[in-house]
């Protein structure tokens, strides 16, 4: 059964990089999409963007300027770096498989368990 | 403010059926599938429909998806308290090209 697992700093320095990894397990990376999507504390769900296992990428347009998604399919991984964080950037990360095809984006599933980034000085 | 919207709130009680509504535009609902999904508070958001109207294995068949134009509705039948949840829905927009979700309804089993 494929397993998603977030890791990466839970504290970020406001101006700073935010940084995450997300490993997959029990499956391989290729052929499929995979996004990060965040949720502030006792808010709602916010994609971020996904990337597809060929280095394809598709960002949310409020977060492009400052998103950048990479895999890394010898390690199974694909990783989140955020820049210029702020406190509004303090949320819930996860990391989530999402669709095989384009027509599909927004399937995701599984998830991975979350990981509390907080951006404070 | 969610680009898909849907009432903060539902409830019912055990036994009875419950509707939760998502409504759109014609650059996300109406022209993409749309997906549901169901947190637990406190761990991560479970998949419960996908295009549309499809459960994955081990949803049971007491949820189900339906879609109409440019809104989309998820219903619960014989309500239990393991229902008590956040619901999200979610679709690809064609005009921001990216993914939206609703605010979120949450589920109270009284």
């Known amino acids: 059964q494929m397993q998603l697992e977030e890791s990466g700093p839970g504290l970020v320095r406001p101006s700073e990089t935010l940084s995450l990894t997300c490993t997959v397990s029990?499956?391989?990376?290729?052929?499929?999409?995979w996004s990060w999507i965040r949720q502030p504390p006792g808010k709602g769900l916010e994609w971020i963007g996904n990337i597809y296992y060929s280095g394809r990428t598709n960002y949310s347009p409020s977060l492009k300027s400052r998103v950048t998604i990479l895999v890394d399919t010898p390690k199974n991984q694909f990783s989140l770096r955020l820049n210029s964080v702020t406190a509004a950037d303090t949320a819930v990360y996860f990391c989530?498989?999402?669709?095989?095809?384009?027509?599909?984006?927004?399937?995701?599933?599984?998830w991975g368990q979350g990981t509390l980034v907080t951006v404070s000085s | 403010q969610s680009v898909l919207t849907q009432p903060p709130s539902a409830s019912g009680t055990p036994g009875q059926r419950v509707t939760i509504s998502c409504s759109g535009s014609?650059?996300?609902?109406?022209?993409?599938?749309v997906y549901w999904y169901q947190q637990v508070p406190g761990t991560a958001p479970k998949l419960l429909m996908y295009r549309n109207h499809q459960r994955p294995s081990g949803v049971p068949d007491r949820f189900s998806g339906s879609k109409s134009g440019t809104s989309a509705s998820l219903a619960i039948s014989g309500l239990r308290s393991e229902d008590e949840a956040d619901y999200f829905c979610a679709a690809w927009d064609d005009s921001l090209s990216g993914v939206v979700f609703g605010g979120g309804t949450k589920l109270t089993v009284l």
């Open positions: 989530a498989r999402d669709a095989y095809s384009n027509d599909y984006i927004g399937w995701f599933d599984p």
């Open positions: 029990g499956g391989s990376i290729s052929s499929y999409y």
């Open positions: 014609s650059s996300n609902i109406e022209s993409n599938y």
